[in-house]
């Protein structure tokens, strides 16, 4: 836990005030050729521009100076956990991509399944490349077949094709550590390895994916193709303090992806389902509307203004833009305490990927001072009261303008 | 190593791209009298006006708040080193001062000429303050008297009067520990000190020395004012992690001084031969384009704009200012993907001195957002997008903007 994160824990307060976070993804972006405005300043944003006149502006490194974040560390910063601190490796990444619910003290592990012959060489490290049908079919007999291991409750995923993810629970009992060997030989011709603890805490998980590993392989021995396993990529999952234990916050999240919805559960957020399809704006706002007495925090994710940057399509992220700002004046109608505009990281379309570049972000609270912001946009957020700052103070600086924070010390 | 170091270590990644680091030493300063305009500000910078419309700046704390950075720390958090992490003592910043190249485990210690009489008690603790020729010679002479002590290869350099710097090697063996008492009594009418270990891993070192005192005691029996040493001022070598290994980066080091050139082969940089007289920025740029394409990185210091200032010569600084900006189309011509131009502290002529103030830097890449600033001064830098930062943002950045880091996390 970051020192400013134990500290705000210990001043937290609940009031009945509330708090909507939006979570433009990968709004940060670049000029098409330098010199000439981004996407946010290109597109038309009446709403938004009305907001940042009456708002405070800054800017936001996610992860630090020159460090472009991937998904998770930028939301793991904007909800107060350090992301060099609170690392989440691949392994339960990749559960939560595909919305599976983690606890501390689980093990996830990303999984491949292979063709073995009858004296367990591999002769392919993906099965051929099954089809997802295929996968899904393999995931369910493995399901039946392989329910828990000596009491451990196992879970299985299919991803697709050859990949698959397997959650060992911990349970009550003691955390499962991920410090073990691979299983994937990484090369044909030789056997599967067998797992080795590197440190006490993994002597438990060692156990369980080698006896994964030959209950599979018995379960599949009737398969050609897909008849063995190999892992790699494990991770257990970091304790977080949650929401309501850091902030004494009743927290919300709504987002159509699974990633976003994975890492908000990680975290202690509920998840509100959301009707729509994709990004679907309107069920996020009626999520939101029905929701509004229920909670006193909400994390509003909207993903399109990412997957156009990443698309490298400067036109169709502006557009993204300009449709969450037609949204914008029925989020403000709800009249939030404190309302929050920031992304997990810039996306700019002329390098279609993620970037360093620092996020603008807004808050508006009544508590704010006047800003000379006239904007949402880069150019203008760099001009911006609150500064250039770590992902990490916003949450602090929301729990203040929410009131929701004590006086440190007399 | 700093949280930062260690993760942009585990991203770097080698691409083609070519960055130049411009360190104008001591190039912050302040107005003559309050008010008034700075070295910066006044000088005719036409060149380093244009860049700067199209680059983006920020200001640099290189230490921390208020604190006024020596060229070792403050040219440390320049290379992405915390200079309150990585400390180089003076023993080791006196033997880099005079171009001695250190390795990790290496010792440097200061020592002093003393006079010492029959019974071995100090008469004069600066050995009447002999010549810079006596100095020489006596150094020159214990040099053949003391090559190795019991196999570890033993240095020793003149520095001035009564002055002279001792390295002892570690070689391929243990790191030698700096943890040892002065031989220097820091009174006369006394015998010197034997020299303790204060931990196990400056036993060697201590013995070495002892032997040391004993071996020179007896090579200059003969000499009647300069016949004793005296040490105090240890320090042994941190452990950088290399340029190389730290970023995967091919770096050069084009610097007239002995002291640059001793900091830029510390953290693994070749040092390039320059060619001219004292500052010799027509020597250095002719090094910059023939090594061109035998490298990725470039550190290329300007020493006038400090010893200007430091002589309390502000219209002299100046005019090295304009010096620089002379050069810079050539250095444009080369078309570095990344140019940065920054300072290792402020060197104020009003203060005579380094001083604490933030130095102005400047980052030019295709990768730059637009910028509001009209020059490279210390007033315009202060509205830049960059912020005010510590010094070692500044590589992770460079790093950056040369597409060199991989994203953190997925």
């Known amino acids: 836990m970051s020192d400013l994160l134990e500290t705000v824990r210990g001043l937290a307060k609940k009031t009945d005030s509330k708090i909507v976070l939006v979570v433009l993804d990968g709004i940060g972006g670049l000029p098409l050729s330098p010199g000439g405005e981004t996407e946010l300043a290109s597109a038309n944003t009446p709403n938004l521009d009305a907001l940042a006149q009456r708002s405070e502006l800054g800017q936001l490194e996610l992860v630090g100076a020159g460090i472009t974040p991937g998904s998770g560390p930028g939301h793991l910063s904007l909800f107060g956990y350090d992301p060099l601190k609170y690392v989440v490796g691949r392994g339960a990444l990749s559960a939560v991509g595909i919305g599976v619910k983690l606890s501390s003290g689980d093990v996830a592990v990303r999984g491949n399944f292979a063709t073995l012959d009858g004296s367990r060489t591999v002769l392919d490290r993906r099965a051929g490349r099954p089809s997802d049908e295929k996968n899904a079919e393999i995931v369910a007999r493995l399901r039946v077949a392989i329910p828990d291991i000596d009491g451990t409750p196992v879970e299985i995923y299919t991803e697709s094709e050859h990949r698959f993810v397997v959650v060992f629970r911990a349970g009550a009992g003691e955390p499962l550590g991920a410090g073990i060997s691979d299983v994937d030989p990484q090369a044909t011709g030789v056997a599967p390895l067998t797992a080795m603890a590197h440190d006490a805490a993994s002597e438990?998980?060692?156990?369980?994916?080698?006896?994964?590993?030959?209950?599979?392989?018995?379960?599949?021995?009737?398969?050609?193709?897909?008849?063995?396993?190999?892992?790699?990529?494990?991770?257990?999952?970091?304790?977080?303090?949650?929401?309501?234990?850091?902030?004494?916050?009743?927290?919300?999240?709504?987002?159509?992806?699974?990633?976003?919805?994975?890492?908000?559960?990680?975290?202690?957020?509920?998840?509100?389902?959301?009707?729509g399809q994709e990004d679907a704006l309107d069920g996020k706002l009626a999520a939101l509307r029905d929701n509004w007495d229920r909670y006193d925090f909400f994390y509003f994710h909207v993903k399109k203004t990412d997957s156009t940057g990443e698309d490298g399509d400067f036109s169709a992220k502006v557009k993204k833009i300009e449709l969450f700002d037609a949204l914008l004046p029925q989020l403000l109608a709800l009249n939030p305490d404190v309302l929050a505009i920031a992304g997990d990281h810039s996306t700019p379309s002329r390098l279609a990927s993620h970037s360093w570049h620092p996020v603008p972000f807004l808050i508006h609270s009544e508590y704010s001072r006047k800003d000379v912001t006239a904007r949402y946009t880069e150019e203008e957020a760099q001009k911006g009261s609150l500064g250039l700052r770590r992902g990490t103070d916003l949450m602090p600086l929301l729990m203040a303008h929410a009131l929701k924070l004590n006086k440190y010390g007399a």
């Open 204 to 275: 438990r998980t060692a156990a369980l994916v080698n006896a994964f590993v030959s209950r599979a392989e018995e379960a599949l021995r009737a398969e050609e193709q897909v008849n063995g396993v190999l892992f790699r990529g494990y991770s257990d999952v970091p304790h977080f303090p949650s929401f309501d234990d850091a902030y004494g916050l009743r927290a919300a999240c709504i987002a159509s992806y699974p990633m976003y919805k994975g890492l908000a559960s990680l975290v202690g957020m509920d998840v509100l389902p959301v009707e």
